[in-house]
């Protein structure tokens, strides 16, 4: 398998309690410099990253709010993929007593132990709205907006195929962009569900994890995709 690309999740999977460590740094740094491309793919605001997050040139593209905006962070420039989430559906959360509200671009974030309500808002206002789950997040998008749709847009910008692409998270919203990878990957402290849908899991947790692939990438470099997962999984 020609690996040309490597589409990684933020929180979790490079990041832990939001920081990147300087060695995850380095690793990522080492794969740009083989001539292949960087895709972040996060849920997300762009904001709330750069709160946490300095090095976003690193990264070629970035799908941002789980898949529904592309940020260029060396032309600083934003590409919305979705429309808006309607201003009355969020008031209405409000009302009825949602808080930590996050609206971005095309994405309401809030926690999951307010699923119940939200899925009530959604179905009374006849919205076509979805719900996606996050370790206990808890997001709301327009249908069919996801992470994989966002992927897809930004290889095409790119001029990269799927099947090029190795692809690594952590979550239930990390399901389908790996799905659509050519070579996906778990961090071991990936939830088991995700661990049991990839096709290679790295015995180091988060950034570590990711060092590791990077390294096992850059070093078999041209091998197929059964030898590169089947020494890393435990």
């Known amino acids: 398998m020609n690996i040309r690309a490597l589409a990684?999740?933020?929180?979790?999977?490079?990041?832990?309690?939001g920081t990147v460590p300087e060695s995850t740094c380095e690793a990522l740094e080492a794969f740009k410099a083989s001539g292949r491309t960087l895709l972040l793919v996060t849920g997300r605001e762009l904001h709330d990253l750069f709160s946490v997050f300095e090095y976003s040139k690193l990264f070629d593209l970035m799908v941002m709010e789980n898949g529904a905006v592309i940020y260029d962070p060396h032309t600083k420039e934003n590409e919305v993929l979705a429309p808006a989430v309607p201003k009355a559906f969020v008031d209405r959360l409000r009302e009825e007593g949602v808080r930590q509200l996050s609206v971005g671009h095309a994405i309401v974030g809030t926690q999951q132990t307010y699923q119940g309500v939200i899925e009530e808002v959604i179905q009374e206002m006849g919205l076509e709205l979805q719900i996606i789950l996050n370790k206990g997040a808890l997001m709301v998008l327009p249908a069919g907006v996801d992470k994989a749709s966002g992927l897809r847009a930004a290889l095409a910008r790119l001029g990269i195929s799927p099947a090029e692409v190795i692809g690594v998270g952590d979550a239930e919203n990390d399901f389908g962009f790996l799905e659509?990878?050519?070579?996906?990957?778990?961090?071991?402290?990936?939830?088991?569900?995700?661990?049991?849908?990839?096709?290679?899991?790295?015995?180091g947790s988060r950034g570590a994890g990711v060092e590791e692939l990077i390294q096992k990438v850059l070093r078999e470099d041209g091998e197929t995709t059964p030898a590169l997962s089947g020494e890393m999984r435990e």
């Open 180 to 203: 659509l990878c050519g070579c996906s990957a778990a961090v071991d402290n990936a939830l088991p569900a995700l661990k049991e849908r990839v096709k290679c899991v790295t015995r």
């Open 8 to 17: 990684t999740d933020y929180d979790g999977t490079i990041a832990w309690h």
